[in-house]
């Protein structure tokens, strides 16, 4: 932490006195160019999916994981009790566990590039078939903020006139 020189999020935790898994953010403190110590507050889990799932991603779902399995934040944890999910290796729901068949087949099956995102920045399109259906999952890797990479994006069913919005909102 002596050494970051900005804001970054600490690995994910459980706080039993509330009942909650908490995102640790910090903050280190300098004076005349020396470290003093640091700044920390938490973020619940259920507060941070809240706003997830406030955001509009044309009947969609918006979703932050923790690394490649974890959910940081979905609409499902708004209010869901994960106590039975929640273990000493993780105090976050893996993507298995979630109930949502897109994100666990985009985490866990084959999927599809959309070259059409490929010059985008680090924006990713990617195009499955679930049950007969096609969804499309755009998000983009983002590393640098804590321990492990998160992976911000959303999914949802394809329309022309809708996706484009849905892609500059990401």
């Not at 708004?78 to 109930?99: I, M, R, Y």
């Not at 755009?138 to 590393?143: K, V």
């Not at 804590?146 to 959303?154: D, E, F, Q, R, S």
Request: aromatic letters at 10%; charged letters at 20%; proline letters at 5%.
């Amino acid at each position: 932490l002596q050494t970051t020189k900005g804001v970054s999020w600490g690995s994910p935790l459980y706080v039993e006195a509330i009942n909650q898994a908490v995102m640790p953010v910090r903050r280190p403190l300098f004076q005349a160019g020396k470290y003093i110590g640091f700044l920390t507050t938490a973020v619940t889990i259920t507060d941070l999916s809240r706003f997830i799932g406030s955001l509009q991603v044309l009947g969609g779902k918006a979703f932050v994981l923790y690394g490649k399995d974890h959910l940081l934040a979905h609409p499902i944890l708004e209010e869901a009790d994960l106590s039975s999910f929640l273990g000493l290796t993780s105090p976050l729901l893996n993507v298995k566990h979630s109930g949502d068949k897109v994100l666990f087949a985009f985490r866990n099956g084959p999927t599809e590039d959309m070259f059409l995102l490929k010059e985008h920045s680090s924006l990713v399109g990617r195009h499955l078939v679930i049950d007969d259906e096609d969804h499309v999952v755009f998000y983009r890797e983002i590393a640098g903020f804590g321990p492990k990479p998160l992976i911000v994006g959303a999914h949802l069913k394809p329309s022309a006139s809708d996706i484009g919005r849905s892609f500059d909102r990401i």
